[in-house]
């Protein structure tokens, strides 16, 4: 196992110590790479989800049916003078 750390090179500071600082920068680079990757996948599936939901409720609100032919009143020119 000690010749396996040996063939890693680790990024050191001047003074010979491993420079953590950059090894947490590039975690969190990943990590908001990550997540930024995660939510664009959530838009791509919440887009055309929306839009069905959309479109449905636009159906279901839409008038039954119109009036049949018996219950439309006639109106006549005699009843929609003012007199």
């Known amino acids: 196992m000690s010749a396996r750390l040996d063939r890693q090179q680790f990024r050191r500071r001047i003074n010979g110590t491993i420079d953590y600082d950059y090894y947490r920068q590039q975690a969190m680079m990943h990590r908001r790479a990550t997540r930024t990757d995660f939510v664009r996948g959530l838009v791509r599936l919440i887009r055309p989800l929306a839009a069905m939901a959309i479109i449905i409720l636009a159906i279901a609100l839409m008038p039954g049916d119109a ?17």
């Open 67 to 83: 009036p049949e032919q018996q219950d439309a009143v006639a109106m006549s020119r005699a009843t929609t003078q003012v007199k």
